[in-house]
């Protein structure tokens, strides 16, 4: 009897427990993450039972019968990224949803050949593909740059390329990678931008200031270099390049892997390593232009919609030979390698480096921090630290051999944080702070005098950006920025320098020690920046485009511009900065239309940039030092022109075939002298014939032909004394070389390998002709001919 009791008081118990209330009503409503709107359509479903409702156009749901315990539902909607979420019923129940909706009205991704994010609306903006950026890997980022119209290269021999846009390079064209503003030196035009493109996922070009939020002084425009795109999934993948090239007798290999989860969490590893031995021109050895370059990039964080972040550090490592023809003896040394047509000294080819020739590394450590708010948008941080060492090796003998004539290391520390509101659909609104520190320190045991001085330089700047949608063909932007830039400077100076160039009356005061034949000086500068922009895109269909953009940049001189004083030995040449020099000021104007018709496209985009006190750096004369004979270039600011036009086109006129076509023209005019400014690159045309077979392995094949015309407008020569013929004779150091027509060509293929990997394999013949050439643009011209015919064989491996 007991025993049949207590069995009636457990099952009672159990029956209590498995009894559910299922008489509860679960109500709710879904809205816009962003702005709180009420979303119309959106789908939601209790997973694992039959039941689901949609919302209505207040964005409300209704589930009745529902059983007390823990739910799971399935919300989804078109345009956002479906969710899943946990409710737990304890009677009648009431519960909000939001969801990621507008993601591509606000342009958080935007496919350009891979995910691509848009940086402007109004502003000329390309970007570079990663199947074009890998067809690079073996190269610079600066010789990749010059597949996009309207933008060209300042070289220094083969190995120093840095981009130059609508004619404008150094300080005015700004380089952001991984969201850090890179302080590499980039005023020198022998310093190239120290960074591996093999760690690129896509490379956007903004021709002009109009990316406020990056700067205001980036007067030829902005260069985004981005990794590529973290996907949430769980998934490990990589890939692997190996470049092997002719001309240099070398290659490098790049490798990285990836390894992400759908939770938001991921690491990224890539690293690189490149060298080649000396070029060769047609008919000669270009002795002294190896290379050797090490890149290594670590990326870790999470990223989720609402809020993430990110650490990033990287490593770069280079070596570059320079030209040993380009550092001349004596004056009619000198004379004889600009006037003449072969370079001075050819020895057989080596791997070996030796001076002259540069070292430089950079480090680049990053955080990032982001976070959304319901209803009003997303707030960014990121701090970053950056430190640059740049050795200089001249031709020295005896116990200075070995012992760097430029020995400089630029530490610095930037501080930036914005915020984007995007919770109305009609307009957003992003305003943003940056603050810097950087300083300088020129190492006085080099025993050489310092071109540049130690300085502490300070940079604050604010900036406020609009974007107005009109309506779903119209779109208005516009922003102002301001910046502050201050560098206090501790200087040398020889007293009859100071006193030649009238610093004994103007500046006086700066001076804080007399040492006879030396002045300590103190320079201090404070700069007051302003800029803005404003434009409109106006799309009328999906197939036309128009733009236009008005843009007003200002800035401030850099270091190089005020306080070079002496031989600047890679450069093999002698430079003289002014410490009278102040901010220039660009007023641009662009426009551009695209249309793409059934198998046909084009783009053209007209330009005048107007800049005052615009500050060159020209040939003025000849001194001969105890290292040898050297052009001395002075800086100097006058009022400049620049109008141009870029045109691209491309044809689809068969299935297998397809042409790609580009034209780029600008004209640089002194409006102060009234003649010709330097260093504009001259006219040029791109065509490319491409065949395609795709099902032949993704088979590719495509012949290119570049034509660069002589550039007829430049300033007049020097005439300078020569010693041997006891003589005042022309150098033609302002010269342009003559027009020139390179053929090059390039075939792929792809293979499944090891069950899902993917194998392509590319091989190329640049300046296929093997042409005798010299580039205006590369300041080796005066010494000998440009890179003479190069094969090269890619493998990727894709896993």
Same mark, same amino acid.
């Given at each position: 009897m007991k025993k049949f009791a207590f069995m009636l008081f457990l099952l009672s118990i159990v029956g209590q427990g498995f009894a559910q209330n299922c008489e509860s009503i679960l109500l709710g409503q879904v809205v816009d993450f962003h702005d709180n709107t009420p979303l119309d359509g959106a789908t939601i479903l209790i997973t694992g039972t039959p039941l689901t409702t949609m919302t209505k156009s207040d964005g409300k749901f209704r589930f009745e019968g529902i059983c007390d315990g823990v739910l799971e539902l399935e919300i989804f909607h078109p345009d956002c990224k479906s969710q899943? %979420?946990?409710?737990?019923m304890e009677g009648d129940t009431y519960k909000e949803i939001s969801l990621e909706h507008h993601l591509e009205e606000l342009q958080e991704v935007k496919v350009v050949g891979d995910l691509v994010k848009k940086?402007?609306?109004?502003?000329?903006?390309?970007t570079l593909s990663l199947n074009t950026i890998e067809r690079f890997s073996g190269k610079s980022i600066g010789d990749a740059l010059r597949e996009i119209a309207g933008v060209s290269s300042l070289n220094t021999g083969s190995n120093i390329v840095k981009p130059s846009i609508h004619g404008l390079n150094g300080s005015r064209v700004l380089i952001l990678n991984d969201g850090v503003r890179m302080q590499d030196m980039e005023w020198g035009e022998e310093h190239a931008p120290n960074i591996d493109?093999?760690?690129?996922?896509?490379?956007?070009?903004?021709?002009?200031?109009?990316?406020?939020?990056?700067?205001?002084?980036?007067?030829?425009?902005? %260069?985004?270099v981005s990794p590529q795109k973290t996907i949430k999934k769980d998934s490990l993948f990589g890939k692997t390049l190996l470049n092997a090239m002719t001309n240099g007798r070398g290659g490098n290999i790049s490798s990285e892997l990836s390894k992400t989860y759908e939770s938001?969490?991921?690491?990224?590893?890539?690293?690189?390593?490149?060298?080649?031995?000396?070029r060769e021109a047609p008919g000669y050895v270009l002795s002294n232009t190896g290379v050797q370059e090490i890149g290594v990039k670590l990326n870790v964080g999470k990223q989720m919609f609402d809020w993430g972040w990110k650490a990033n550090y990287s490593f770069f490592d280079a070596e570059l030979a320079i030209l040993r023809a380009s550092h001349i003896g004596n004056v009619d040394d000198l004379i004889r390698s600009i006037n003449g047509g072969q370079p001075e000294v050819i020895d057989p080819f080596t791997y070996e480096?030796?001076? &002259?020739?540069?070292?430089?590394?950079?480090? %680049?450590?990053?955080?990032?921090?982001?976070? !959304?708010?319901?209803?009003?948008?997303?707030?960014?941080?990121?701090?970053d630290f950056q430190n640059n060492r740049r050795f200089e090796y001249d031709v020295r003998v005896g116990d200075d051999r070995n012992t760097a004539s430029i020995d400089l290391e630029l530490t610095t520390h930037t501080f930036a944080t914005d915020f984007k509101w995007d919770a109305n659909s009609k307009y957003t609104l992003t305003t943003g702070l940056m603050a810097r520190f950087q300083d300088n320190f020129a190492n006085p045991a080099t025993g050489v005098r310092r071109l540049i001085p130690d300085y502490e330089k300070f940079d604050f700047g604010g900036f406020l950006i609009a974007e107005f949608n009109l309506n779903e063909s119209f779109t208005l932007d516009a922003g102002v920025r301001y910046d502050f830039n201050r560098i206090n400077a501790q200087k040398f100076y020889l007293t009859s320098r100071w006193e030649e160039r009238g610093y004994d009356t103007e500046f006086e005061s700066l001076v804080i020690d007399d040492l006879g034949t030396q002045l300590l000086t103190n320079p201090k500068f404070d700069y007051h920046n302003f800029s803005g922009t404003a434009g409109f895109q106006y799309e009328p269909d999906n197939s036309t485009n128009f733009r236009f953009n008005y843009a007003l940049a200002q800035r401030a001189p850099n270091p190089s511009e005020l306080f070079s004083d002496g031989l600047h030995h890679s450069a093999a040449r002698i430079e003289l900065g002014d410490l009278r020099i102040s901010s220039e000021t660009s007023h641009k104007v662009s426009l551009s239309q695209s249309k793409d018709f059934e198998s046909w496209g084009y783009s053209v985009e007209p330009y005048a940039n107007?800049?005052?006190?615009? %500050?060159?750096?020209? &040939?003025?004369g000849v001194e001969f030092t105890i290292r040898g004979a050297f052009p001395v270039w002075s800086y100097r600011q006058t009022n400049a022109r620049l109008i141009g036009v870029d045109f691209t086109a491309y044809t689809e006129f068969h299935t297998n075939w397809k042409t790609n076509h580009s034209f780029s023209l600008v004209k640089g005019k002194d409006m102060s002298k009234g003649g010709a400014l330097i260093q504009i690159p001259p006219v040029s045309f791109r065509n490319i014939l491409t065949y395609l077979r795709p099902q032949w392995n993704d088979f590719e094949i495509g012949l290119e032909s570049r034509y660069a015309f002589r550039q007829n407008e430049f300033p007049p020569n020097l005439v300078v004394l020569s010693p041997e013929q006891q003589q005042e004779v022309v150098l033609a150091i302002n010269t342009p070389p003559k027009a020139y027509h390179l053929l090059a060509l390039h075939a792929k293929m792809a293979f499944t390998v090891f069950g899902n990997s993917m194998l392509t394999t590319s091989v190329s013949a640049e300046?296929?002709?093997?042409?005798? #050439?010299?580039?205006?643009?590369?300041?080796? !011209? #005066?010494?000998?001919?440009?890179?003479?015919?190069?094969?090269?064989?890619?493998?990727?491996?894709n896993y």
């Open positions: 899943f %979420i946990t409710i737990t940086e402007t609306n109004s502003a000329s903006e390309q493109i093999n760690g690129s996922g896509s490379i956007s070009v903004i021709k002009g200031a109009a990316a406020l939020q990056y700067g205001g002084d980036a007067i030829g425009g902005v %260069i985004v938001g969490w991921f690491a990224n590893g890539q690293a690189s390593f490149k060298r080649l031995g000396d480096i030796v001076a &002259p020739r540069q070292e430089v590394t950079h480090h %680049i450590a990053s955080l990032n921090v982001y976070k !959304r708010f319901q209803g009003l948008g997303k707030w960014n941080f990121q701090y107007f800049i005052s006190n615009f %500050i060159l750096l020209e &040939p003025t300046n296929l002709l093997n042409t005798n #050439y010299r580039a205006y643009l590369n300041r080796q !011209r #005066y010494f000998a001919d440009d890179l003479g015919r190069n094969l090269s064989l890619q493998l990727k491996l």
